[in-house]
Nanobody
Framework: QFVESGGGLVQPGGSLMLSCTAS????????IGWFRQAPGKEREAVSC????????LYSDSVEGRFTTSRSNALNTVYLEMSDLKPEDTALYFC?????????????????????WGQGTQVTVSS
């Protein structure tokens, strides 16, 4: 299971960096997807990074503002968020792809990911 941290309250235009670590294990062999869920809305994909970090994907809504990276040495995947907007307010989760292709970002569907953490809350408000 993964553990997310780094959320908080930030003003519009501000920045935050989220972290995702593995509880009791290593995430170095896994692609990691970031997702978010706002109140009353479905969970949606935000970004994905392959096991080596060589491939990164972003949703249209965060492209150019969010950057995902990883340090396998530190067993951590990051989501750096800048120019935050009120619509970015949500509970943010990380997870790994199911099945044999766990090292690749082969899907953006929630159902294709597993080992969800409890999430970290990001609130963008003035």
């Amino acid at each position: 299971q993964f553990v997310e941290s780094g959320g908080g309250l930030v003003q519009p235009g501000g920045s935050l960096m989220l972290s995702c670590t593995a509880s009791g294990g290593s995430l170095r062999y896994y692609a990691i997807g970031w997702f978010r869920q706002a109140p009353g809305k479905e969970r949606e994909a935000v970004s994905c990074i392959s096991d080596s970090g060589g491939v990164t994907l972003y949703s249209d809504s965060v492209e150019g503002r969010f950057t995902t990276s990883r340090s396998n040495a530190l067993n951590t995947v990051y989501l750096e968020m800048s120019d935050l907007k009120p619509e970015d307010t949500a509970l943010y989760f990380c997870a790994s792809p199911r099945g044999r292709n766990y090292a690749r970002c082969y899907s953006t569907k929630v159902a294709d990911f597993e080992d969800w953490g409890q999430g970290t809350q990001v609130t963008v408000s003035s």
